[in-house]
């Protein structure tokens, strides 16, 4: 039977609906400019207020520490950019890994092409780097430490405590240096903590934890210099400037709140079914890889390679059949080509182009992992059938 199911909660999740009734009232009678002194102004600036709060909370901030932003990518790009530009006349040096999101990767090139220097550790099989490459990667000019809480393509989980005290150690032995971490895929699936992991600088994006698209935070910790990007009003206390969105801030800190009362109980349902999941798929399908299976790992992210297919020519499949996935590969001058996260594990190419990311939220049930298993070893086996890298491959 012919059903939809959604397995793409890594790229975008649906709103929840108490989210959305937190939001509606300020695209209606509740108007007002929260720059405004006026009540009208006042009220909005209120809900501003109140969802900064909801927000520290949730990562244990205070809330003048929280930027307002308008996603993750631009809370990469103010942490990243606004660290290095703000603190010029103490280095230009960047340490930052192989694995990191476009955003923090092309904040990195972008200042590394105006004359920056740009260090990317790489990472193990595992999909995790060692903290002690990290710091050996560290020079006298390095103002800005940026590695990920979580990669979003296998979930594996980075060791931001141990390098986040690292840094915290050279800071108070008088270098200024800066942590950063792109918790993105984090947030609202596991405990993340800024005074416990150490941590200078986090972003994070509403729409991975159930409220819309467009709005996001980024937290600075006191102490911190940071150059404005967006150049215009003093909101955000100068760091970033422009109108607050007031209707997306406050479904992003009820989507805050929500995720701080929650978390344990949708961490638990969503390990159950991807770990149900995996079960299933090995022994229903031969010659696979599960990236991270040994690791450290977010709860929600299952990446499998199936070699001898492309991992494009899943997605399609199993779009036929109502299941939304995802890859991380891109398709260039004509050919596909794998994730560079893939191929920084160092798996074989038939295995990175093969690589299929299942990505699971708190709307799944046990019986879309059901339909899922049922789909999906038709759809492995029939592209197989097709391919004379499998054909050929070891083993088969």
């Known amino acids: 039977m012919f059903r939809r199911v959604y397995l793409d909660n890594a790229a975008t999740t649906p709103v929840d609906n108490r989210v959305l009734e937190a939001l ?6 509740k108007f007002g400019n929260a720059s405004s002194i006026h009540y009208y102004g006042q009220e909005a600036r209120s809900a501003v207020d109140r969802a900064r709060h909801e927000t520290s909370l949730l990562i244990g901030a205070r809330p003048n ?42 904040a990195c090139a972008r200042l590394e092409e105006a004359g ?12 995790r780097v060692v903290p002690e490459q990290v710091m050996s990667a560290v020079r006298e000019d390095t103002v800005l430490v940026s590695v990920m809480t979580a990669n979003n393509e296998i979930g594996s989980l980075q060791p931001v405590a141990d390098i986040g005290r690292a840094v915290k150690e050279l800071r108070d032995a008088g270098n200024k240096i800066w942590f950063h971490t792109d918790a993105v895929q984090a947030v609202g699936k596991i405990a993340v903590d ?96 599960i990236h991270g299976f040994d690791s450290e790992r977010l709860p929600n992210i299952s990446n499998i390679s199936f070699r001898g297919v ?9 779009d036929m059949s109502g299941i939304a ?30 690589a299929v990311r299942f990505s699971f939220g708190k709307y799944n ?4 992992v059901d339909y899922l298993l049922g789909v999906l070893p038709a759809a492995v086996e029939n592209l197989r059938k097709l391919s004379p890298r499998f054909r050929t491959a070891p083993g088969s």
């Open 194 to 289: 800024v005074d416990e992991l150490d941590i200078d600088l986090l972003s994070m994006s509403g729409h991975k934890i159930y409220a819309p698209k467009g709005v996001g935070a980024l937290f600075v910790r006191k102490g911190v210099r940071l150059a404005s990007q967006n150049l215009g009003g003093h909101q955000e206390r100068g760091r970033r400037g422009g109108t607050e969105n007031v209707a997306l801030i406050a479904a992003l800190g009820t989507a805050c709140r929500l995720a701080s009362k929650e978390i344990d109980a949708n961490a638990d349902h969503i390990l159950r079914l991807r770990d149900r999941f995996e079960v299933g798929v090995r022994k229903l399908i031969p010659e696979i890889a």
């Open 24 to 29: 509606l009232p300020y695209l209606t009678e």
């Open 116 to 127: 920056c220097d740009v260090t990317r550790v790489g990472v193990g099989s595992d999909g």
């Open 365 to 368: 049930t046990d019986a879309d």
């Open 310 to 318: 492309e991992g494009e020519g899943v997605l399609i499949n199993l």
């Open 325 to 354: 996935v995802s890859t991380g590969s891109a398709c260039s001058s004509g050919s596909i080509e794998p994730s560079p996260v893939i191929v920084a594990l160092g798996v074989d190419d038939d295995l990175a182009r093969g």
């Open 65 to 106: 520490e929280i930027v307002f932003t308008s996603g993750g990518t631009e809370s990469d790009n103010l942490a990243i950019r606004g660290v290095v530009e703000g603190n010029r006349r103490h280095g230009s040096h960047i340490v930052t890994t192989a694995i990191e999101h476009p955003a923090v990767a092309g």
